[in-house]
T-cell receptor, first 117, second 114 residues
């Protein structure tokens, strides 16, 4: 079974500052992928960034980077230079490579980020 | 943006009525998924499809059925809707099922069962 834990229900960040959203995970799969999605107030789910469990380097996509610490089972999302448009719910998710759960994304409960002007 | 269209976008119906939600994709992806999103639960997989007429159950499949007669369409049916099925439903697609490809989501359908 896979589990994602996001311990921060809500976060505030000043515009132009960096912010880290926490995500810890648990899985018995030796190989897995970690994903972050953004859900603005309009409701759509937007894929942001992906990290594979065997990737040596942390993933980056523009202002998003994933701080992957495999031994700690954490996959924190870092947003640099926050913008007002970053205000949204952010979900961490994972998917294993084998077994019955390998087709399913397992999601955390999300963190609501509010960017303050 | 991935070409995924969900219809209807909003629906209000009564307990006991049948409801069908449609997901249409223009990406020719093999894999399609239905998730539901409820407060405090994130998204949970209902059913998924790995090809035409090939479907399987997800984590929360009770009370739901699906069908896929064409690559581009994946239907979710609530045979007799209950209030516990009030939720936001998301369709997702991916080129591959297993492995590390991200799933891309439609805009969601907000369903209210009164």
């Amino acid at each position: 079974a896979q589990k994602i834990t996001q311990t921060q229900p809500g976060m505030f960040v000043q515009e132009k500052e960096a912010v880290t959203l926490d995500c810890t995970y648990d899985t018995s799969d030796p190989s897995y992928g970690l994903f972050w999605y953004k859900q603005p107030s309009s409701g759509e789910m937007i894929f942001l960034i992906y990290q594979g469990s065997y990737d040596q380097q942390n993933a980056t996509e523009g202002r998003y980077s994933l701080n992957f610490q495999k031994a700690r089972k954490s996959a924190n999302l870092v947003i640099s230079a926050s913008q007002l448009g970053d205000s949204a719910m952010y979900f961490c998710a994972m998917k294993g490579d084998s077994g019955a759960g390998s087709y399913q994304l397992t999601f955390g409960k999300g963190t609501k980020l509010s960017v303050i002007p | 943006d991935a070409g995924i269209t969900q219809s209807p976008r909003h629906k209000v119906t009564e307990t006991g009525t049948p409801v069908t939600l449609r997901c249409h994709q223009t990406e020719n992806h093999r894999y399609m998924y239905w998730y539901r999103q409820d407060p405090g639960h994130g998204l949970r997989l209902i059913h998924y499809s790995y090809g035409v007429k090939d479907t399987d159950k997800g984590e929360v499949s009770d009370g739901y059925s699906v069908s896929r007669s064409k690559t581009e369409d994946f239907l979710l049916t609530l045979e007799s809707a209950t209030s516990s099925q009030t939720s936001v439903y998301f369709c997702a697609i991916s080129e591959k099922g297993q492995g590390h490809q991200p799933q891309h989501f439609g805009d969601g359908t907000r369903l209210s069962i009164l």
